[in-house]
C-alpha cells in the first residue's frame, strides 16, 4: 500500500506581529483534522507551528495532490483564520490569496510538500519547517545531504547510495522543472541551485527505483504569486531516512553550519538560518534568525509515530552561537547590502513602493551640467 505524507503550511495569524502561532489556532487546526480522521479522510495527522506558520502534517492514501487532502487543508486554514480575526491576531488570512477553493492549494498561498511511496519495513522521515525564510534556503543543506561525501559517508561506503540521486530543480521565475543526476552532473546542480532565489530544489529521487522518492521541498513564491511583497515563503521540507537513503545523522549534519539565507526582517535582509527546537521557533529578533525546525516520525501503516523534536539537542548548541554571532555581524551593516538583499531581490519587497514615490524627482544630466553640478550651480534640469 502506498503512503502520502502532505505537508502544507500557511500564515493565517501572527501572534504577536509574525513571531508565532497563537495556542488557539493550533486547537482549532486539531480539531479539524482529528474530525476528518474520524471520517477516514486521513489515517493521521500531527499539528505543529514554525514562527507564525501553521502547519499541517498529515498521511493517507489518496495521493499527491489531492482535492479533498488540499481542500481539508483550506478549510482547516479557513477556520483558524476566524480565530485569528477573532483574537484580532497580525495578518489574518494574509497567506489565503483567494476566496474560493479549486481543487489544490497549488498557487493559492500556502506552501506545500508532499510525496507517495511504498512505507519499507521501517520507514523513518524527517520534516522540516522553516520561518522567515525562502525555498531556496533548502538548496544547500539538501545539497550536502544526498551529494556531498564529506558530509553523507553513506555515498562513499554503503553500496545502496553509491550510484547517487536525481535532483529536481525548477525555476520558480519560469514554472519550469529540470533533473539532474549526481554525482555526473554536480557540476550544472550547483551552477543553478547556487542562486537559490531562482533555482530552488523541488524532490530528491534515488536511483534506486526500489526506494524512489527521498524529498520534497515547497517552491511556493508568495511575491510572484501574489505580483507583491506580502510575507516571506517559510518552506516545508520532507526527507526520507535509512535503508538506501542518507541515515538521520547524514540528514542532520548540514544544519550544523548556520548558511546564510535570504529573509528576515520585512524579508529584505541577509541573515544566517538556525537550528532550533519547537520552544525556540520564534523569529523576535529583527524577525530572525530565520528559525529551522526538525521534527522526526516513524511510519506505521501511516501512523505518525513521534514526533522527536530532533535539534532540542545541545549538538546543535554551537551552530545556534555561531548564528547569533554572524546576526550581529550582519546587523552592523544595517541597510546596507550584503545585509539587505541585492536590487533584483529587492524588486519583490516594499521598496519599489518608495521608488516610485521619488520617480519624478531624478534630474537627466549632460557634461556642462555635470560640471555645474559639481561647482554647486545646478538648481534645475538643463543641459
Not at 533533473?179 to 542562486?195: C, F, H, K, R, T
Not at 516520525?297 to 548564528?323: E, M, S, V
Request: with cysteine.
Amino acid at each position: 500500500m502506498k503512503i502520502t505524507v502532505s505537508l502544507i503550511k500557511a500564515d493565517v495569524g501572527g501572534w504577536p506581529g509574525h513571531s508565532r502561532v497563537h495556542p488557539k489556532l493550533i486547537e482549532k487546526a486539531r480539531e479539524s483534522l482529528e474530525e476528518a480522521k474520524n471520517k477516514g479522510i486521513i489515517i493521521d495527522y500531527y499539528v505543529f507551528n514554525a514562527g507564525d506558520d501553521l502547519q499541517l502534517l498529515m498521511t493517507h492514501t489518496k495521493g499527491v495532490d489531492n482535492p479533498e487532502i488540499h481542500g481539508l487543508a483550506w478549510e482547516t486554514f479557513k477556520k483558524a483564520t476566524e480565530v485569528a480575526k477573532e483574537l484580532k491576531l497580525y495578518g489574518a488570512g494574509q497567506d489565503l490569496l483567494s476566496e474560493a477553493f479549486s481543487g489544490n492549494v497549488r498557487g493559492m498561498g500556502p506552501g506545500v510538500a508532499e510525496m507517495e511511496f511504498e512505507e519499507r519495513k521501517s520507514e523513518p522521515i524527517i520534516v522540516f519547517a522553516a520561518d522567515k525564510t525562502e525555498p531556496g534556503a533548502f538548496n544547500l543543506p539538501m545539497f550536502k545531504i544526498f551529494a556531498d561525501p564529506f558530509n553523507t559517508a553513506g555515498l562513499i561506503i554503503d553500496p545502496t547510495m553509491h550510484q547517487g540521486f536525481k535532483f529536481h530543480v525548477m525555476d520558480v521565475y519560469e514554472g519550469k522543472l529540470i533533473e539532474l543526476n549526481s554525482p555526473e552532473e554536480m557540476y550544472d546542480i550547483l551552477a543553478l541551485i547556487g542562486q537559490p532565489g531562482r533555482y530552488v530544489i523541488k524532490y530528491v529521487y534515488s536511483k534506486n527505483p526500489e526506494i524512489g522518492i527521498a524529498a520534497a521541498i515547497s517552491t511556493e513564491r508568495l511575491n510572484l504569486i501574489a505580483g507583491k511583497y506580502i510575507g516571506k515563503d517559510d518552506p516545508v521540507a520532507i526527507v526520507r531516512a535509512q535503508h538506501g537513503l542518507p541515515a538521520l545523522g547524514e540528514v542532520l549534519e548540514p544544519f550544523t553550519f548556520p548558511h546564510m539565507v535570504s529573509g528576515a526582517m520585512r524579508g529584505s535582509h541577509h541573515m544566517p538560518i538556525m537550528p532550533v527546537p519547537l520552544k525556540y521557533s520564534q523569529c523576535t529578533r529583527f524577525d530572525g534568525p530565520p528559525r529551522l525546525v526538525a521534527l522526526g516520525f516513524q511510519l506505521a501503516n501511516g501512523k505518525l509515530i513521534g514526533p522527536a523534536d530532533l535539534f532540542d539537542d545541545p549538538a546543535f548548541d554551537r551552530a545556534r552561537k555561531i548564528a547569533n554571532e554572524i546576526s550581529d555581524y550582519m546587523r552592523r551593516h544595517g541597510p546596507f547590502e550584503p545585509h539587505r538583499l541585492s536590487a533584483e531581490e529587492m524588486e519583490y519587497t516594499t521598496l519599489p513602493m518608495v521608488l516610485k514615490k521619488l520617480k519624478d524627482r531624478w534630474k537627466k544630466i549632460g557634461a556642462e551640467a555635470k560640471k555645474a553640478w559639481a561647482a554647486g550651480e545646478l538648481t534645475d534640469t538643463h543641459d
